[in-house]
C-alpha cells in the first residue's frame, strides 16, 4: 500500500513482558515519529529518526523504551518489562522533508497496546 | 514552553451548517507551523490543513479553512457545509524551529454532527 503500515494493529501482553512494534514508512520519506495517544488524550511526541539516524528521543518515556531505523526505512519501537501504564495507542508517522516543520506527517492506523 | 490548547471537549453541529473549533498556542519562536488533523473513531490521523506563521493569507483545503489570528495566537478551525462522515477528533498541532522535531498536539475536540 502506500500509505504508512503499523503491525500489529492490537497488542495484548502480560505485564513484564516485552513487546515490539513495527512501522513500516511510505517509500521514501526521509523522517520517521513515533507518538504515544493515550485514551481521550492528543499524541505525544516520542521519538525522531532522519534516516536511520535517531535525531530526537526526548520522549521515550524511560529506559525501557527503545526504538531503532537501522537502514533508514522500516523502524521498531520495543518496550520492554511493560507496564499497566505502557496501555496506548502507538503511532507512527513519516513525512518527506529532512526536518523542515512545513511539511504535514502522515500517519499510519497505530497500534492499540494492552498491558494485563 | 510551547503549548496547544484546545477548549472545546466536545461539539454539536447541523449537517450542512458551519463549525469553528477553537485552537490557541503558545510560542516565542517566530517561525513556526500549525497543523489540523483528524481522528475517526477507526483512529488514523488525517492532515487537514497547514498555515505556516508567515504565510500572509489563511489556508484553505476545500471546506476545511484556517482562521490564523497572529497576535492573537489562534488558529481556529472552520468547517464548511459540515456532512455526517466529519464526525470525528479534530486535533490542532505545533511545530517549530526551536520545538526541534516534536509536534506538539493539543487535547482535541470531539465534533458531533447531527442530521
Known amino acids: 500500500g502506500a500509505g504508512v503500515s503499523q503491525s500489529p494493529r492490537y497488542k495484548v501482553a502480560k505485564r513484564g513482558q516485552d513487546v515490539a512494534l513495527r512501522c513500516d514508512p511510505i517509500?521514501?520519506?526521509?523522517?520517521l515519529f513515533w507518538y504515544q495517544q493515550a485514551l481521550g488524550q492528543g499524541p505525544e511526541f516520542l521519538t525522531y529518526?532522519?534516516?536511520?539516524?535517531?535525531?530526537?528521543k526526548s520522549g521515550l518515556p524511560s529506559d525501557r523504551f527503545f526504538a531503532e531505523r537501522p537502514e533508514g526505512s522500516v523502524s521498531t519501537l520495543k518496550i520492554q518489562r511493560t507496564q499497566q501504564e505502557d496501555s496506548a495507542v502507538y503511532l507512527c508517522?513519516?513525512?518527506?522533508?529532512?526536518?523542515?516543520?512545513?511539511?504535514?506527517?502522515?500517519f499510519g492506523d497505530g497500534t492499540r497496546l494492552s498491558i494485563l | 514552553a510551547q503549548k496547544i490548547t484546545q477548549t472545546q471537549p466536545g461539539m454539536f453541529v447541523q449537517e450542512k451548517e458551519a463549525v469553528t473549533l477553537d485552537c490557541t498556542y503558545d510560542?516565542?519562536?517566530?517561525?513556526?507551523?500549525l497543523f489540523w488533523y483528524k481522528q475517526p473513531s477507526s483512529g488514523e490521523m488525517i492532515f487537514l490543513i497547514y498555515q505556516g506563521s508567515y504565510d500572509q493569507q489563511n489556508a484553505t483545503e476545500g471546506r476545511y479553512s484556517l482562521n490564523f489570528q497572529k497576535a492573537r495566537k489562534s488558529a481556529n478551525l472552520v468547517i464548511s457545509a459540515s456532512q455526517l462522515g466529519d464526525s470525528a477528533m479534530y486535533f490542532c498541532?505545533?511545530?517549530?524551529?526551536?520545538?526541534?522535531?516534536?509536534?506538539?498536539f493539543g487535547a482535541g475536540t470531539r465534533l458531533f454532527v447531527k442530521a
Open positions: 510560542t516565542s519562536d517566530p517561525s513556526y507551523g
Open positions: 508517522a513519516s513525512s518527506l522533508d529532512g526536518g523542515g516543520f512545513a511539511q504535514p506527517q502522515h
Open positions: 529518526f532522519q534516516n536511520e539516524a535517531q535525531l530526537d
Open positions: 498541532a505545533m511545530r517549530s524551529n526551536t520545538g526541534g522535531f516534536k509536534t506538539i
Open positions: 517509500s521514501g520519506h526521509v523522517s
